[in-house]
T-cell receptor, first 113, second 114 residues
């Protein structure tokens, strides 16, 4: 599985946008970029995923570089509830079964009020 | 409400005892998974199951066993052979099991072996 690199931690002010970067220089053409987040003492939850085009949903936006070697998760207005560990994960779109989520250390997002 | 339930939330056991962690889902998902998380680290896959009566080892299956007798249930047994069982255990499910399926996680069980 191709690997991802994320900053260890980031800090944001409440009500401001947050841009969480992820580098994946060895990404293959069939790898999807997924983001999950994990709030303290809870299970991870899905945030968003994309392949080539930028994606938006009610939680966040995903901006994917043209060469796909990096991507950015955008939280448009951070709230205290967004404080969590954010994981950027690559998933091979050609693999049929046995797919696992390969979690790295992720980025710890702290939100200040 | 549809979702995944894990029980208990906290579990304490003496060293050398087997312990079974419960995972139930009412999402009608075919695939289920067990992950382990150690402090400050990401999740690692223990076992997964694509369909009833079938399951496969993940990356760290040694010292664990599972069963999948019903679609909605996927219990995990931590045996005495697991050398370092104290951890946060997370169960997940997905509609099928292909790589683009979203995985939905339960709230987790924190196991402490004394």
């Amino acid at each position: 599985d191709a690997k991802t690199t994320q900053p260890n931690s980031m800090e944001s002010n409440e009500e401001e946008p947050v841009h969480l970067p992820c580098n994946h220089s060895t990404i293959s053409g069939t790898d999807y970029i997924h983001w999950y987040r994990q709030l303290p003492s809870q299970g991870p939850e899905y945030v968003i995923h994309g392949l080539t085009s930028n994606v938006n949903n009610r939680m966040a936006s995903l901006a994917i570089a043209e060469d796909r070697k990096s991507s950015t998760l955008i939280l448009h207005r951070a709230t205290l509830r967004d404080a969590a560990v954010y994981y950027c994960i690559l998933r091979d779109g050609t693999r049929e079964y046995g797919n696992k989520l390969v979690f790295g250390a992720g980025t710890i997002l702290r939100v200040k009020s | 409400d549809g979702g995944i339930t894990q029980s208990p939330k906290y579990l304490f056991r003496k060293e050398g005892q087997n312990v079974t962690l419960s995972c139930e889902q009412n999402l009608n998902h075919d695939a289920m998974y067990w992950y382990r998380q150690d402090p400050g680290q990401g999740l690692r896959l223990i076992y997964y199951s694509q369909i009833v009566n079938d399951f496969q080892k993940g990356d760290i299956a040694e010292g664990y066993s599972v069963s999948r007798e019903k679609k909605e249930s996927f219990p995990l047994t931590v045996t005495s052979a697991q050398k370092n069982p104290t951890a946060f255990y997370l169960c997940a499910s997905s509609i099928r099991g292909i790589s683009t399926d979203t995985q939905y996680f339960g709230p987790g069980t924190r196991l402490t072996v004394l």
